[in-house]
């Protein structure tokens, strides 16, 4: 399977692939606060690289469960300067994580190469132009409701058919928009408007979410539903979860893993292809 991106095309037809995840934010959930100048965002996005990432996420704006809005001009001022300099010393590809076309277009003139989006391009109707004329990549990503209210109370007639005709209905209104199809991939959003029950059944149907011939990105790195699995509520605890749910969505065939610690999940999708590659798993 091809992922055609505004750089080059990414084959994930053997080997599976992680997005390393650069928030430069002071508010993300996860690692907030910690890469909000130029040197320390460069530097972890370097990490990320030597340890394996072949795509950076780098984002300006968090979407946690009751964030706060920032508007354009602000995210570009925290996102822009990242992606140009990242950009002028490596030649992997970059991602903007908006879902403002100001934000986007403002990370595509800085050398990036994928828009993703949590909106499914549905926030800002300038997007899908904006994409169809950059070429560039895209995530479509499914949400209920927006970041400061989609965990009030998600319900779903079923969450695994309405994720998979979301995904349908965007494909072909952003086809007819003139996004290349061969650009799309598509993100089911766990933790976005999702109860516990909901982000286990998706991730069990993994392999039967995305339409044919399209990549599925998996985005559950240190959710918060795994507290609620889990003995211990810590950060620690949800990245030793994360990496057992990599490795099984490996197994289900999911080759696109956008995570926050890029070493321990590298390692966990080599042993699984290895096992795969032997036809003992």
């Known amino acids: 399977m ?19 995840i650069l928030n430069v934010t002071p508010d993300s959930f996860s690692d907030g606060g910690q890469c909000t100048d130029l040197e320390s965002a460069l530097l972890h996005a370097r990490r990320m690289i030597h340890e394996g990432a072949s795509i950076i996420d780098i984002g300006g704006e968090s979407t946690r469960p009751g964030a706060e809005l920032v508007n354009a001009d602000e995210e570009i001022t925290r996102t822009a300067p990242v992606i140009a300099a990242l950009r002028k010393e490596w030649d992997g590809l970059i991602s903007i994580d908006t879902s403002k076309a100001s934000v986007a277009e403002a990370a595509l003139a800085a050398g990036a190469d994928i828009v993703n989006d949590v909106s499914g391009l549905l926030a800002d109707s300038a997007m899908p132009a904006l994409c169809a004329e950059a070429r560039c990549g895209v995530v479509v990503m499914h949400m209920q409701g927006t970041p400061r209210t989609m965990q009030g109370a998600p319900s779903y007639r ?36 999702k109860t516990v029950d909901h982000n286990l059944a998706l991730i069990c149907h993994a392999a039967t979410l995305a339409p044919p011939g399209r990549p599925l990105l998996l985005g559950v790195s240190k ?14 605890a949800r990245a030793h979860a994360t990496v057992a749910i990599t490795a099984l969505a490996r197994r289900y065939g999911i080759m696109l893993h956008r995570v926050h610690d890029v070493a321990p999940n590298i390692a966990a999708l080599e042993i699984t292809e290895a096992l795969l590659a032997s036809g003992k798993a």
């Open 2 to 20: 091809i992922w055609k991106t505004r750089r080059h095309d990414l084959d994930l037809s053997r080997e599976a692939r992680v997005m390393g």
């Open 158 to 193: 079923d969450v695994v058919g309405d994720v998979k005709e979301f995904f349908l209905e965007r494909l072909a209104t952003l086809s007819a928009a003139k996004i290349d199809a061969r650009c799309l991939c598509f993100d089911p959003g766990i933790g976005f408007g």
């Open 223 to 236: 959710k918060s539903f795994m507290s609620r699995l889990l003995a211990e509520d810590s950060m620690q």
